[in-house]
Each structure stands twice: as C-alpha cells, then as structure tokens.
C-alpha cells in the first residue's frame, strides 16, 4: 500500500514493529525524502502514546491502520485457548481502534480514517463457518469502528473498513485467490476515492458495499 500511495504522489508515514531493514526501508530509499519510518507494535500502549506525542501537531490527510494475526482456521471457539483469543482479538480489535482513537487528532478535519476489516468480518455473509475466533475479531473492529463513527457523526471526515479479499500474503497462504498486485492497487483507489465523502462504510478492494 505505501508503495502504491508512493507511485501516485503521495508521501507516507509508516510503521514497523522491530529493528530489522523491511520492504518500508527500501521505498525510503527508492522514494527519496518521501517516506518516514516510525517503530511501533500497536499492542504496547506505551508505543502508541510515544507515537502520538511524536506525531504532536502534524495534520495527515489519511490515516489507514493495518494489522492483523489469525490462528488455526479450523479451530472452534469452544477449543481455543483464553491467552490465543486474547492474543487474536487484541491485535485484531482493540489495538487498530486504539491507534484511531489515539492519532486520530493529527487528521485534518476533510481527511480519511481507514482500517483494514476482511470480508470475513461480515456477519450476514457468514454461511460456511471456520475461522471463527478471526472472525469475531474482525467483526467485533467493524462494530467498535461503526460505535467511534455514531460518536463522531458530525465530522466530514470519511471513514472506511477495508476489505481487501483473499490474497496470497504469509497470512492469507498460498491457496488464495487475489495477488497483492490484484488487490492493493483497486484498493488504494477506493481509499483515494472515499476522500471527500463523509461517513462510514464497509467496503470491498473493488469499492463494492459488503454487508454489515
């Protein structure tokens, strides 16, 4: 996504989780005085508390939280443990709505608030099971998202959950059926393209409504 925001014109904060060199570092490189890179693993308030106060006073026209870990696809909620649920649904829930919480005053007042759902955070499409504890969790972000929306429903602020489909990453596997360069570039366009319209919405890496 950095990448593709980079190629059209954009400059990009971003963030990463260790110390090692990432696909992050070789686009500030690439893009020369147009990427900075900030440290911070969205799970350790303290991170995001530093993050903020560095960020203190800059306006974004954008803000899009991406993060996500999942667990064994087959195993129900009856048999997951209560530290991986924890684990899941911090990461996956709690802590993107933290950080919009949290650096969403550095966002100019016609800027975006985005976050990466998944379609299988869709209650009503949900007809086959599996993935259950992901599942919940990316639900329960769409449902906290939808509550700071209702608090903020006089902002012109546009505000979107991203669904980006199943795409061949460490975490979507070797099965899926979207390429990254099938998804990330339609859904940067819908991302550019939701600027200006305030509200929120759930919506596809097509720009297509997905169902509550």
């Not at 800027?111 to 992901?134: D, I």
């Not at 366009?189 to 929120?200: E, F, T, Y």
Request: proline residues 4%; contains cysteine; neutral net charge.
């Amino acid at each position: 996504m950095a990448a593709e925001f980079l190629t059209k014109g954009w400059n990009v904060v971003g963030t990463v989780r260790g110390g090692g060199r990432t696909r992050l570092h070789d686009l500030a490189e690439a893009f020369a005085g147009r990427v900075e890179i900030e440290a911070l693993d969205i799970c350790e308030p303290d991170q995001l508390a530093a993050l903020r106060d560095r960020l203190s006073g800059r306006v974004f026209d954008m803000l899009f939280v991406n993060a996500g870990v999942t667990n064994d696809a087959k195993e129900t909620i009856a048999e997951v443990t209560t530290d991986e649920f924890i684990r899941v649904m911090v990461t996956n829930a709690l802590s993107p709505m933290r950080v919009i919480e949290s650096l969403q005053p550095c966002v100019a007042a016609t800027g975006l608030l985005g976050v990466m759902s998944s379609g299988q955070g869709s209650v009503s499409n949900n007809e086959t099971g599996m993935r259950e504890v992901y599942r919940g969790s990316k639900a329960a972000l769409n449902m906290y998202m939808r509550s700071f929306a209702a608090r903020h429903s006089g902002t012109a602020r546009a505000m979107v959950l991203m669904a980006p489909g199943w795409v061949r990453t460490e975490m979507g596997g070797p099965d899926a059926r979207l390429s990254i360069e099938d998804s990330v570039p339609n859904l940067v366009n819908v991302l550019i393209a939701k600027q200006g319209k305030p509200g929120l919405q759930y919506l596809d890496y097509l720009g297509r409504i997905v169902p509550w």
